[in-house]
């Protein structure tokens, strides 16, 4: 049912879609258009915009206290942007945002008893988190790419975990081994991707490293099979969250490679630093 609304939602006119174009670098809600944003920006790296538009959600269910809209909070909480069609969008992508958030504090208790902490050694990091449920849509290409464009470039995302859902077509996701070979991701039915961010890589010292991937251009002979779409839930621990070397990945012979910082100051300097001039023109 995801899926067949995010479907609707890039189906209609652009124009209509831009009504809740995002509004702003540091605003994760909204709209943003094809090119709109070029991923491997984040590691630093030029690349043109990504072949693809999308539209994103934040929090469902922020109370209304300071600590979710006062001045601390900057805009990890600002309101969700509704288009008018389709119609039930919202009634469909708030129950899949709270499901995913649930699995993902599954997961993060999973991975506190893999590192030897105890299973809510992350809870209270993350009871308040500011993740987001992306729906991406990469449209059948009409022309050729340009030069060094993909359908998204290769970057790692920023938060502790990405749960991802994604269609089998042309054109899809590939992941970097420690072989140095890009090789393809399966998408086995019923089943989810789930990736490392690189907030849990600076928690673990590195000991677990986070998931570089890309999203590549189909085949020629395969464009008119290749729209394609994904349902991205970024999770992302509470913006005050500090991201400090666990106890357990860190020791004499293993120091902490990383200065603590909070999570929601570098969320912010990378959703900014993707950013493309098309976003804000189109």
């Known amino acids: ?15 209509e879609k831009m009504k809740v174009v995002r509004p702003a670098p540091d605003v994760t809600r909204g709209y943003i258009p094809m090119e709109g944003e070029s991923v491997a920006r984040s590691r630093g790296e030029y690349a043109p915009g ?6 994103m959600i934040g929090p469902v269910d922020a109370a209304e206290t300071a600590y979710f809209h006062g001045p601390p909070a900057g805009k990890h909480f600002a309101p969700n ?6 119609a039930r969008l919202r009634a469909i992508y ?4 709270r499901v995913m958030a649930d699995l993902a504090r599954t997961l993060m208790r999973l991975f506190a008893l893999a590192l030897d902490q105890p299973e809510t050694f992350f809870d209270e990091k993350i009871d308040r988190h500011i993740s987001r449920l992306r729906v991406r849509n990469y449209p059948a290409p009409l022309e050729p790419p340009a030069p060094g464009q993909l359908r998204a470039g290769a ?15 042309a054109g899809g996701l590939q992941v970097h081994n420690k072989a140095g070979a890009w090789v393809d991701v399966p998408i086995v039915p019923d089943c989810f991707i789930v990736n490392l961010g690189d907030l849990m890589a600076r928690w673990t010292n590195d000991h677990w490293v986070s998931t570089l991937h890309r999203v590549v251009n189909p085949p020629m002979e395969l464009t008119h099979l290749s729209r394609r779409q994904s349902l991205v839930f970024f999770h992302n621990p509470n913006y005050d969250a500090a991201i400090a070397c666990i ?3 860190q020791g004499p012979d293993r120091p902490p490679k990383y200065p603590v910082i909070t999570s929601g100051d570098h969320l912010r300097r990378q959703f900014v630093r993707t950013q493309t001039q098309a976003e804000t023109t189109t």
């Open 81 to 86: 942007l509704w288009p008018e069609r389709p």
């Open 94 to 97: 708030t129950p899949y945002y």
């Open 1 to 15: 049912m995801a899926h067949g609304s995010g479907h609707r939602h890039h189906g209609v006119l652009l124009d």
């Open 247 to 249: 106890p357990s990945c």
């Open 155 to 169: 970057h790692s995302d920023y938060g502790s975990l990405t749960i991802l859902k994604a269609e089998d077509k």
């Open 50 to 55: 990504d072949l693809n538009e999308s539209f």
